[in-house]
């Protein structure tokens, strides 16, 4: 439970006096009180926030310069809501309803850009957080309000619309006409960068005049809505416009924002796909598979494993106000999470009835860290993130460190550039084997983490000279058990260990059983 839990949560194994402190620990409700502590951490707040940055499209090839710290704004907007455990419903309306000027007039509007330009030339850090919106969403390269659609529907009601853009599926009820009224709900934003503005277009002029390659600063752009001239998608056969609806509901009136319509209809108690949505995708991450599967397909062709329990989360996550971890928390505390992965006789052959917890394989970024973390090592990617940065901080989509760009595609990180949830891969492959095997990257790790740290001084001299004793030998032997899986080695573990490392004699034991225990299923998948 103990690594399940951190490795769901806040993405690395525990540490040593960690995992001690939580055996000793004799309190009847110490499960939950850790859940509690996990749930409130900074790195869970960042786990979700890449998480989210997948769903939302954090597409770093999509945005313009400097691209890396506009993925980094837009990953740190994130991060900071769910540190604040803001309602998942003002979250999305904070993305949905986005403007670059928030009610502010241009003139401070564009203060506040340079204040955030400048500071992204030397560094990640920015004020872009403290937004109430994410103007970010909308400031992508060639961004079609098709393309808008086809997210929104994706990432909020977990619906796949693309199919509708030619033809109506089959198996699906939604027409052509469907889409092209949800694609004209976006058809009133705009991003421009001061054809109508003075004190933005002086503002352009003023940057391209800098001549200084190092203070430069990128070009402004804004996210306006027009209700006066809304662009809308012609019908497929009458070629007229099509009205504005969201999918299944009444055709909105022409008068005010379309998002801001569109949001309330969302979070309505009526509208089933929000609150379901949100609670399959939570569901997911903690056991690996939705009760709606895949997550992003909420179909009358794509029904639940067990409707009544989906039904009863997204009542409870409504009534909640849209409270994330208050569903985290009774998934976290439920049997079913904390079942065994050993299985029995009765749920051995189980895939689908959450019978037992079944061993999953882990993000790309979180297996970095839980590789990191159980070696006792601390990166440091100045490129690709701000300093003191985790794997699960690092926000571009495209990284220029060699090491974490290899990691990063052995697991399956995705470019965020399709509407699918397909697109990160979390499944066993071989080069992930040959990864930890092989790579001279996590070998040169192991030897220079945690084992550096317990053989450092006079300890490595002695046991070379045959001076520490069998005891000392043992109760490295159980730490590295214990930062790797978790778990203290059992009697036949201890004595192999014991055996092979007295047998080299020079220390190099040590760095083998590290290896061996990196490269065991039980250390790479979360079970």
């Given at each position: 439970f103990l690594r399940r839990v951190y490795i769901d949560t806040i993405g690395r194994v525990p540490n040593v006096m960690e995992a001690e402190r939580f055996f000793r620990d004799t309190h009847p409700e110490k499960r939950d009180r850790i859940i509690d502590t996990l749930l409130s951490h900074p790195d869970h707040a960042a786990l979700w926030a890449t998480k989210m940055s997948d769903i939302t499209g954090n597409d770093t090839l999509r945005l313009y310069p400097p691209a890396e710290k506009r993925s980094q704004m837009w990953h740190d907007w994130l991060r900071v809501r769910f540190e604040q455990n803001m309602p998942y419903d003002q979250i999305v309306r904070g993305i949905l309803v986005a403007t670059s000027r928030e009610g502010r007039s241009e003139k401070e509007w564009i203060k506040a850009a340079e204040n955030n330009d400048t500071s992204n030339i030397s560094s990640f850090k920015s004020n872009y957080s403290n937004r109430e919106t994410l103007d970010l969403f909308w400031k992508r390269k060639n961004l079609k309000k098709e393309q808008v659609g086809e997210r929104v529907a994706a990432a909020f009601l977990g619906i796949r619309l693309q199919c509708a853009r030619c033809h109506k599926h089959p198996y699906d009820r939604w027409t052509q006409v469907d889409y092209r009224a949800f694609a004209g709900l976006f058809g009133q934003v705009k991003v421009h960068n001061g054809a109508q503005n003075k004190d933005l277009v002086e503002e352009n002029r003023r940057r391209k005049r800098i001549k200084e390659k190092e203070k430069r600063l990128p070009q402004l752009r804004e996210v306006v809505?027009?209700?006066?001239?809304?662009r809308l998608m012609p019908h497929p056969v009458t070629r007229k416009g099509v009205p504005p609806a969201p999918l299944g509901a009444e055709t909105l009136d022409g008068k005010g924002d379309y998002r801001r319509k569109l949001w309330t209809w969302m979070r309505d108690p009526e509208n089933p796909l929000f609150a379901h949505n949100m609670?399959?995708?939570?569901?997911?991450?903690?056991?690996?598979?939705?009760?709606?599967?895949?997550?992003?397909?909420?179909?009358?062709?794509n029904p639940p494993s067990h409707p009544h329990l989906l039904d009863s989360l997204a009542r409870d996550f409504s009534s909640s106000g849209f409270d994330i971890r208050h569903i985290e928390r009774r998934i976290l505390e439920s049997r079913a999470y904390q079942f065994s992965s050993t299985p029995n006789r009765a749920n051995s052959e189980d895939r689908k009835n959450f019978a037992r917890s079944y061993p999953r394989n882990l993000m790309a970024e979180v297996a970095v860290d839980v590789i990191h973390s159980a070696l006792g090592i601390?990166?440091?990617?100045?490129?690709?993130?701000?300093?003191?940065?985790?794997?699960?901080?690092?926000?571009?989509?495209?990284?220029?460190?060699?090491?974490?760009?290899?990691?990063?595609?052995?697991?399956g990180r995705p470019t965020r550039g399709p509407v699918c949830d397909c697109e990160r891969t979390t499944d066993p492959a071989l080069p992930q084997t040959l990864h930890l095997m092989a790579d001279a990257d996590v070998y040169n790790k192991i030897r220079n983490g945690r084992l550096r740290q317990y053989l450092s001084g006079s300890a490595l001299r002695r046991f070379q000279r045959g001076?520490?004793?069998?005891?000392?030998?043992?109760?490295?032997?159980?730490?590295?058990?214990?930062?790797?899986?978790?778990?203290?080695?059992?009697?036949?573990?201890?004595?192999?260990?014991?055996?092979?490392?007295?047998?080299?004699?020079?220390?190099?034991?040590f760095t083998d059983i590290m290896w061996a225990l990196v490269n065991t299923r039980e250390f790479i998948l979360n079970h």
């Open positions: 809505v027009d209700p006066k001239s809304p609670v399959n995708r939570i569901w997911k991450h903690y056991f690996g598979i939705g009760i709606v599967e895949p997550v992003d397909d909420l179909s009358d062709a601390k990166e440091r990617w100045r490129a690709d993130a701000p300093e003191g940065s985790r794997a699960i901080d690092v926000a571009p989509s495209i990284v220029r460190d060699g090491d974490l760009r290899h990691a990063f595609r052995v697991f001076e520490m004793s069998d005891d000392e030998v043992t109760g490295i032997i159980r730490n590295l058990f214990l930062s790797t899986l978790t778990r203290y080695p059992d009697e036949r573990e201890a004595r192999v260990a014991l055996d092979n490392v007295k047998q080299q004699g020079d220390g190099t034991g």
